[in-house]
Every structure is written in C-alpha cells, then in structure tokens.
C-alpha cells in the first residue's frame, strides 16, 4: 500500500513502513468507534482500503497523505460477517460471508465528493455514506476464497468463489439487457417446472403437477437462494442449465413461452458456459 504495508489485528489497524532494525508504525486507528471489532480482511485500490470486518460487514477507510490519517467514509447498512472480499474497481467489492452469500457492494459517490466529507458529519457510524447493494446471491458454503480471471484459454474475466466445502463456482457478467430479460425468464419458468407448475401458452403457471417437480434444494429455489438477504440482479446457473435435463415436451412447453425454438435456448446457454472457458 503505497510502498508501505498495511496490517490489521482485532479492531485496529495500521500502516507500518520497514525500518533499518524493525517495523515503524506510520499512521494508525482504532475501529473500535468505528464498528469494526475483529478485522479478517484487507484490500486496497489507490488511497482506499476496504477493511472487512468477522460481524460488521466491510468499510472504505481513506488515507490521508497531506494529515497521514485514517478516515472511515463508507460502510454498509446490514452487519455481514465478511470471510473473503475483492476488490472489482475502485468503487466496488465484492464479499463472501460466513452464511454463504456472495454480495457485490459499490461506493455511491465519487472521489471528490468523499475527499471533500460528503455525507459525513463527524465520528458517528450513522453519519457514514453507505454502500448500494448491487447483487446478493446465497451460494450455500461459506466462502473462504475470491479471485477475478481467466479460467480457461481464451475465456473471458469472471469471478471465483471457493467453498470450505470444496464447492467452486464462476459469476460471470451479462453483458446485454436482451441477455439479462431472456435469462431472467428462462430462469423464471424454469423454476416453474422444477417446482411441478405447468405452463399455459403465455408463459404463466396454472397448476402443480406433482410428477413433475424436479425440485434442486427440496424447498422453493427462490427462497434458497435468499437465504439472509433476498436474492438480487444474478441469473442462478444452476436453474438454467437444468433446461438438458428436462423432457422433450417440457423444452417445448418453454420454448414456445419465450418465442424461440429449443435448439436456440440450448445454443444460448452453451454460449453463455463457452465464455469463461468451459
């Protein structure tokens, strides 16, 4: 961080530099006040860092080399207990939690506008400026692992997570609105079918057919999903890609309910795969 090293232990946190003999402590804070008790996580991204906390969930902290000081400025508004983060931008992170959820968070405001104490007030955790909630989406395994790469030769950026469990799992970005409302509906009616619901002619569910439930968590998918925080702005893969699965009827039933044929749908998720390299 800046030539110098920046380290955390229990709330305080601390920059140190290397000196001749041992290690000198140049700027410090106590996060105590601040709401952070037991800090698991560092990253940084130019004069920010992002500090995670074991039950405070994550906050931007600000360095300031004119005063060489630390300045919380931004926190968030639901107390996550942060395992791993990493950082996306310079205004976005993204953290897994204890509970198994994989949240993206992002910095509101520009840079200037923190430089300058927008939104804050004085000391008080409350008078912070608070992250937006970009995407949440429970995993089921506590993620002890966040990385952004290439995975495959060729394949596009994506992001990471790794399980105690041993479960790993790529988010991948959707890049167009008409793939974010086409995915966005399969995922739709295909929870439908895997729920037993059958489909009418405009894509809606008008009874339980209990033959057919195929259901993946033995409990509402949506639901499961929304673990601790309800499920936002993420397409669930595994939902999607449980259209090979299903009967040759069934495949019709959707296709016909979103206007395409079945070779198309199938093309379009092995594309969305074949991007990250699979």
Same mark, same amino acid.
């Given at each position: 961080?800046?030539?110098?090293? *920046?380290?955390?232990?229990?709330?305080?946190?601390?920059?140190?530099?290397?000196?001749?003999?041992?290690?000198?402590?140049?700027?410090?804070?106590?996060?105590? !006040?601040?709401?952070?008790?037991?800090?698991?996580?560092?990253?940084?991204?130019?004069?920010?860092? &992002?500090?995670?906390?074991?039950?405070?969930?994550?906050?931007?902290?600000?360095?300031?080399?004119?005063?060489?000081?630390? *300045?919380?400025?931004?926190?968030?508004?639901? =107390?996550?207990?942060?395992?791993?983060? &990493?950082?996306?931008?310079?205004?976005?992170?993204?953290?897994?939690?204890?509970?198994?959820?994989?949240?993206?968070?992002?910095? +509101?405001?520009?840079?200037?506008?923190?430089?300058?104490?927008?939104?804050?007030?004085? =000391?008080?955790?409350?008078?912070?400026?608070?992250?937006?909630?970009?995407?949440?989406?429970?995993?089921?395994?506590?993620?002890?692992?966040?990385?952004?790469?290439?995975?495959?030769?060729?394949?596009?950026?994506?992001?990471?997570?790794?399980?105690?469990?041993?479960?790993?799992?790529? &988010?991948?970005?959707?890049?167009?609105? #008409?793939?974010?409302?086409?995915?966005?509906?399969?995922?739709?009616?295909?929870?439908?079918?895997?729920?037993?619901?059958?489909?009418?002619?405009?894509?809606?569910?008008?009874?339980?057919? !209990?033959?057919?439930?195929?259901?993946?968590?033995?409990?509402?998918?949506?639901?499961?999903?929304?673990?601790?925080?309800?499920?936002?702005?993420?397409?669930?893969?595994?939902?999607? !890609?449980?259209?090979?699965?299903?009967?040759?009827?069934?495949?019709?039933?959707?296709?016909?309910?979103?206007?395409?044929? *079945? +070779?198309? $749908?199938?093309?379009? $998720?092995?594309?969305? #795969?074949?991007?990250?390299?699979?």
């Amino acid at each position: 961080f800046q030539g110098r090293v *920046v380290l955390g232990f229990g709330d305080e946190l601390g920059i140190y530099e290397l000196g001749k003999l041992q290690m000198l402590r140049k700027s410090g804070l106590r996060m105590e !006040e601040h709401g952070i008790t037991n800090i698991v996580d560092i990253k940084s991204s130019g004069f920010r860092l &992002f500090v995670s906390d074991i039950r405070s969930s994550v906050q931007i902290v600000l360095y300031q080399a004119d005063s060489n000081s630390l *300045v919380p400025v931004v926190d968030d508004c639901i =107390n996550r207990h942060i395992t791993r983060g &990493f950082v996306l931008d310079h205004d976005t992170i993204i953290v897994g939690d204890k509970f198994g959820t994989v949240t993206v968070l992002r910095n +509101p405001v520009s840079n200037l506008e923190i430089e300058q104490g927008h939104g804050r007030k004085g =000391n008080n955790l409350m008078d912070n400026i608070k992250f937006d909630m970009l995407m949440s989406f429970y995993v089921g395994d506590v993620i002890v692992g966040l990385f952004r790469g290439q995975i495959g030769v060729g394949g596009e950026d994506a992001v990471v997570y790794g399980g105690i469990n041993g479960t790993i799992g790529v &988010f991948s970005a959707v890049k167009t609105m #008409k793939e974010v409302n086409f995915f966005r509906e399969l995922e739709k009616l295909m929870r439908n079918v895997l729920q037993g619901m059958k489909i009418d002619e405009f894509g809606q569910h008008d009874s339980i057919d !209990e033959s057919r439930q195929l259901m993946l968590a033995e409990r509402d998918i949506l639901k499961f999903r929304s673990y601790y925080v309800p499920k936002r702005a993420c397409i669930d893969g595994d939902v999607v !890609e449980d259209y090979f699965s299903l009967d040759d009827k069934t495949k019709s039933e959707i296709a016909k309910a979103l206007e395409r044929t *079945v +070779p198309e $749908i199938e093309a379009k $998720i092995v594309e969305m #795969k074949g991007r990250v390299g699979y």
